[in-house]
């Protein structure tokens, strides 16, 4: 039995197909089971997110007979009264030490390029923390770190293509952060082969300690921030320069709409500081490659229908 959270984000939502496909048993961890769509019949559902496993009732009802926990959930903004450091670190912990107590055998964690402990951003912060725990798991465990991770549908795709009716796309600073887009999809099938006997690049322990497997997923070119979005406006079909806003104005404008919108508002100054750290792997595409994916270019998946 795989626990699977996060089923109905970019990269849940193409991996989960492909688990249950091949005959896998998934009990999803979602709040909003009508999210799963056709699928909700083909899973067990326990119902609850990031902010409720400090619950220890839910924890146990989750994790009954699982053996792999593939923790895909995370958030990007505080959910008041709960942070970012509690949905993506604390909460990462519990649900760790919970399937160890339950018996699970194998934790697959996603974190991100570039966290680190001095990181400018709360989430990075959070997710390397979250790291440090499952590097000193009992279970066997295997870390993937995308660069941004991208999809037709996924929130800042829509948001981007939603800005292209304007004149110009609005982007906060510079726009010249680094990334390596890497498509969802391509994700989800780097997770299934790594759930494969015998298909890890690493070889395995056979001293019966834990084993640990690090994958950097990253896309076959590096573009900047501004790069991306320009690529967007123009396979939405509106060609637009970019406007680079100060970042003084960028926090101001956010947190003034963030105190009228509350959780309602488009984007937080959170979100805008996350664009101003580039995640770039020095090995490239090498850790996509190893386990079976040749990662595509962003224009290429944008350039095709959804679903394609």
């Given at each position: 039995m795989i626990l699977l959270t996060g089923a109905t984000g970019s990269i849940g939502s193409?991996?989960?197909?492909?688990?249950l496909a091949s005959g896998e048993e998934v009990r999803c961890l979602v709040r909003e089971p009508r999210r799963l769509g056709d699928r909700r019949v083909e899973v067990q559902i326990t119902m609850g997110d990031l902010r409720e496993l400090s619950d220890p009732y839910l924890l146990r009802q989750a994790l009954r007979g699982v053996d792999t926990v593939i923790h895909l959930a995370a958030s990007i903004r505080d959910q008041p009264p709960y942070r970012v450091e509690e949905l993506?670190?604390?909460?990462?912990?519990?649900?760790?030490?919970?399937?160890?107590?339950?018996?699970?055998?194998?934790?697959?964690?996603?974190?991100?390029?570039?966290?680190?402990?001095?990181?400018?951003t709360r989430f990075f912060r959070a997710k390397w923390i979250a790291e440090q725990a499952v590097l000193k798991s009992s279970?066997?465990?295997?870390?993937?770190?995308?660069?941004?991770?991208?999809?037709?549908?996924?929130?800042?795709?829509?948001?981007?293509?939603?800005l292209s009716f304007l004149p110009a796309i609005p982007v906060s600073g510079?726009?010249?952060?680094?990334?390596?887009?890497?498509?969802?999809?391509?994700?989800?099938?780097?997770?299934?082969?790594?759930?494969?006997?015998?298909?890890?690049?690493?070889?395995?322990?056979?001293?019966?300690?834990?084993?640990?497997?690090?994958?950097?997923?990253?896309?076959?070119?590096?573009?900047?921030?501004?790069?991306?979005?320009?690529?967007?406006?123009?396979?939405a079909g509106r060609p637009r320069p970019v406007l680079r806003l100060p970042l003084p104005?960028?926090?101001?404008?956010?947190?003034a709409l963030h105190r009228i919108f509350k959780e309602a508002v488009f984007a937080?100054?959170?979100?805008?500081?996350?664009?101003?750290?580039?995640?770039?792997?020095?090995?490239?595409?090498?850790?996509?490659?190893?386990?079976?994916v040749s990662p595509r270019p962003m224009a290429t998946v944008l350039a095709e229908a959804p679903g394609a």
């Open positions: 193409r991996l989960l197909p492909r688990l993506n670190g604390l909460a990462t912990v519990r649900l760790l030490e919970a399937a160890e107590k339950a018996g699970a055998r194998r934790f697959i964690f996603f974190s991100a390029l570039n966290t680190s402990a001095v990181q400018r279970l066997d465990t295997t870390i993937f770190r995308p660069s941004i991770v991208f999809d037709h549908s996924d929130p800042w795709i829509t948001l981007v293509r939603r510079s726009g010249n952060s680094r990334y390596q887009p890497i498509w969802a999809d391509d994700v989800a099938r780097a997770v299934e082969t790594s759930l494969g006997a015998g298909s890890d690049a690493r070889p395995s322990r056979k001293d019966g300690s834990p084993v640990r497997h690090e994958y950097d997923l990253a896309g076959p070119e590096t573009l900047t921030y501004s790069e991306m979005t320009e690529l967007v406006g123009l396979f104005l960028v926090h101001l404008g956010l947190t937080t100054w959170q979100e805008a500081e996350l664009m101003r750290v580039s995640m770039v792997s020095a090995s490239g595409t090498a850790d996509a490659e190893a386990l079976g």
